[in-house]
């Protein structure tokens, strides 16, 4: 599958539409087609489950499994991918998933992220000091706040970033990167948080890797490998999808002025309006596939067992019979206990792991912006902004002028 350039198209064949709206067909789709096939950027077709309730049914199924590496099995892309990845949570099924989660479940509880919301702040103000004229929120704000966050969080050094940046580009799914490049990387990535680890073995302190050493169930604790394969996860996953929230949330607020003036005016609907653009632009491009190791039957029909689909949370997301009028960007929508959760990190046995230090780092780099920016605007018209042709779509620049 290629893009109007020529080049490998970087999703499934259900590109999104202007300003990183969901995909023009996403409305037939749930009213007709909701186990419709769909290509993936290897060329292989499978179904993709587009409706809520379908989605929800995929992702908790004990029918659903993760293992995907298997000979004549569809890929999302050609040469190695994150399916590959043995060992590597998103990867297992029980009862090795089960245990993994069983050890890790209070590092990353929401009692044990706040520790890191005032550093997090801290590095968001910092950052805004040096905004004196036209910045670019992209290149200024988002990569640098994810880089140096993450980087602190898990303790690795500053002179690090760029490499680590440069590695998860590389070996993202949805990577446009060749097959040697994503191996490489892989390679040195693995590499290095080893060393990391033993560095953390050596002289203990208190970043994650620390509690991630410390984390057991009863007597069980991670192996290398898992310890390793962790860490791989959380900076793969969290920088550049830090990034691309951070870049997207800016620019949805600022697509209509008065949503960025709301939160200007209300600090309190900061959180809301993080699960609005969780829900409405939510990580992660279009989900992960599922090997059905039986029948799965959902509200539209059944999946055979033997077939590997994509439920996608993205369009469950959009699903207008759970969330009325689904394009429309409301930073009040979750301010009502009655709203129907959204999938952005997932649901069933796989939700992210990681998905409460992902609403803390985003509100607090929202949170900073409007409190500190209240003026801000773009400094060029929103129309003229070019968007990146990768899974993780997002502005490449997006300049902002602070007064």
Same mark, same amino acid.
Do not use: K, N, Q, T
């Given at each position: 599958m290629t893009g109007a350039s020529g080049t490998p198209c970087?999703?499934?064949?259900?590109s999104p539409g202007e300003h990183g709206t969901p995909p023009p067909d996403l409305r037939r789709r749930h009213a007709s087609a909701p186990l419709e096939k769909v290509t993936l950027p290897s060329g292989d077709e499978v179904v993709m489950l587009v409706r809520y309730e379908d989605v929800v049914a995929a992702l908790t199924s004990? =029918?659903?499994s993760r293992r995907l590496a298997g000979p004549g099995l569809p890929r999302m892309v050609r040469g190695p991918g994150i399916d590959d990845v043995p060992g590597v949570l998103i990867n297992l099924d029980p009862p090795e998933h089960t245990r993994y989660r069983l050890i890790m479940s209070g590092v990353f509880s929401r009692s044990r992220v706040e520790r890191w919301r005032t550093s997090t702040a801290r590095i968001a103000h910092e950052l805004i000091d040096g905004f004196t004229g036209e910045f670019d929120v992209v290149a200024d704000y988002a990569l640098r706040l994810s880089s140096r966050v993450i980087c602190h969080i898990i303790g690795v050094p500053g002179e690090r970033r760029d490499q680590f940046h440069e590695w998860t580009g590389a070996f993202l799914s949805t990577s446009q990167a060749s097959a =040697?490049? #994503?191996q490489?990387?892989?390679?040195a990535f693995l590499g290095y !948080?080893? =060393?990391?680890?033993g560095a953390h073995r050596a002289e203990p302190g208190d970043d994650l890797i620390d509690l991630l050493i410390q984390a057991r169930d009863q007597e069980d604790r991670l192996t290398e490998d898992e310890l390793v394969n962790t860490v791989f996860m959380l900076l793969a996953a969290g920088h550049e999808t830090l990034t691309t929230m951070i870049s997207r949330g800016v620019y949805r607020l600022l697509l209509v002025r008065e949503r960025y003036d709301d939160l200007v005016t209300d600090p309190g609907l900061v959180e809301p309006a993080v699960e609005e653009l969780l829900r409405f632009d939510g990580p992660g491009s279009y989900g992960l596939l599922r090997l059905a190791t039986g029948d799965i039957t959902v509200e539209s029909g059944v !999946?055979?067992?033997?077939?590997v689909v994509l439920p996608n949370p993205y369009a469950a997301d959009h699903d207008p019979s759970v969330f009325p009028d689904p394009g429309r960007f409301d930073v009040r929508r979750f301010t009502s206990a009655e709203t129907t959760p959204h999938l952005a990190f997932g649901h069933g046995p796989h939700y992210c792991l990681g998905a409460n230090l992902a #609403?803390? =780092?985003l509100q607090e780099s929202l949170r900073a912006l409007v409190e500190r920016l209240p003026n801000l605007r773009p400094a060029i018209p929103l129309s003229e902004v070019k968007w990146t042709a990768d899974g993780n779509h997002r502005p490449i620049r997006l300049p902002l002028a602070p007064h």
């Open positions: 970087p999703w499934p064949d259900f004990p =029918e659903s =040697e490049a #994503r490489a990387g892989y390679g !948080i080893a =060393e990391l680890v !999946i055979p067992g033997g077939h #609403r803390m =780092e």
